[in-house]
């Protein structure tokens, strides 16, 4: 198979990085081969974007926003109209199931653009009445250069959720995705180019988080940084860019609990908590790693649950038959497979999975592995408080609401909860206990992009969505005016 060869994006131009020939190897997750290299940027390549950034912001961040809103739409129509090539580059990059990556991944890219796109023309701003003496009024601007850090669990789809709002109230940006998963951003730029989006307003730097992210975070004309990755890097990102007071939005990990009780739909609590846990391989930030279900129907659930997750048909992502593709990169899979020893060594038992899994033929180096249950580990244990961001779930009884409350918040982390009941009252007396960003009540991965999105605790700072975003990338300002 051949390999692609990418390059930055600065100033509207493909160009090679200062390091020259020196680039990072990127392995098809499902081969094990190499099948992109990525330019192993410098601060040097930072500096260059950041300048193409600074000169392009002094007009896009004056031009009407009903034009900005038409560049958001014509990318989106662009990105949707090569959808298929996306998805595909996508599964080939990341290791995720082709279906996935289709209706989620490369989909809801398409959504991010149109819903700025239309956002950014109906956002109103806040107008105050004082009582005959006064009347005060929010006055937005654009920040300037915003550095934009994306991972690699849904590379396209998280990128484009920070340059859509971004570059819709009037920023520029650089953005770095992950080494592990660059090729998507890539092709984004050739519809930036399409699209006649100006030069310098996107401008995408491929390197490791340790060099290009490190000169992004820490450089002095970036006053802002978006950022969505692990909590060690988030907190790591912070204390740098503590020297220049840059405004920071951090999406972090989560360990998430699913609580089920014995009033829930029972099919349908089974059904989601499959994709809650397997879904993209259960690298999702939002999965519902640690499943909490009331002692009353906990062997019921077992019962149902273990042999579905035994069943899930792991294998070849290019498969629509597949659920679970493989794992995004090798020292993430071994990461994952520690946590598993772990859990022996914790005494766990394994009710299902517990390996790699090896396929055959060119898949046979492949990072697979198997959907994993884990029961009888202490809600308290390392495999059922640290995040594993694989395949593998903690399965634990609870005996009632308030037992179920108090595990699911004894986390460091905060992202999000699953709760099942039919007891409406219940639901929403649970949800209210729990310390999280978003609660799901019967349901799960429902997003409603108005609503705020973010973690508390270890799970981040700031909220993304709607106003939410633009507020993050604007600046505001309240002007009052007396009465004369
Ligand atoms: P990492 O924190 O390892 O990396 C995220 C990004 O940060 C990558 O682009 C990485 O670069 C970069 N980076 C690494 N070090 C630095 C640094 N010193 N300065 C600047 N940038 C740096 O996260 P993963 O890619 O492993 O992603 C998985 C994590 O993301 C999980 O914890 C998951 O929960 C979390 N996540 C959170 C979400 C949320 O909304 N809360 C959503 C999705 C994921 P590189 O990889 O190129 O070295």
Known sequence: MSVTVLQNFIDGEFVNSVNTGQYIDSHNPATGKVHVKIPDSTKADVNNAVEAAQAAFKTWSKLPRTRRSNFLYRIADILESRLKEFAEAEVRDQGKTITFATNVDINRSVYNFRYFAGHVLHAEEKVGQLDGVAMSYVQRWPVGVAGLISPWNLPLYLLTW????????????????????????????????????????????????????????????????????????????????????????????????????DDCNFEQAVETSIRSSFWNQGEICLCGSRIFVQETIYQKFLDAFIPKARDLVVGDPNDSKTFVGALNNLKHMEKVLMYIDLARQEGGVIECGGSRKILQGELSEGYFVEPTVITGLPPTSRVAQEEIFGPVVTVHPFTDEQQAI???????????????????????????????????????????????????????????????????????????????
């Not at 605790?457 to 633009?470: F, I, N, P, T, V």
């Open 162 to 261: 920070k340059i859509a709002p971004c570059i819709a109230s009037g920023n520029t940006c650089v953005c770095k995705p992950s080494e592990f998963t660059s090729l998507t951003a890539y092709m984004l730029c050739s519809v930036f180019k399409e699209a006649g989006l100006p030069n310098g307003v996107v401008n995408m730097v491929f390197g490791s988080g340790q060099s290009a992210g490190e000169a992004l975070v820490t450089h002095p004309n970036v006053p802002l940084i978006s950022f969505t990755g692990g909590t060690v890097t988030g907190k790591h990102i912070m204390a740098s860019s503590v020297k220049h007071m840059k405004k920071l939005s951090l999406e972090l990990g989560g360990k998430n609990a699913n609580i089920i009780f």
């Open 406 to 484: 108090d595990y699911a918040n004894d986390s460091p982390y905060g992202l999000s909860c699953s709760v099942w009941s039919e007891n409406d009252r219940r639901a929403r007396r649970v949800s209210e206990s729990i310390q999280v960003g978003t609660v799901w009540v019967n349901c799960w991965l429902i997003r409603d992009l108005r609503m705020p999105f973010g973690g508390t605790k270890a799970s981040g700072l700031g909220r993304e969505g709607a106003d939410y975003s633009m507020d993050f990338f604007t600046e505001l300002k309240t002007i009052c005016l007396a009465n004369f």
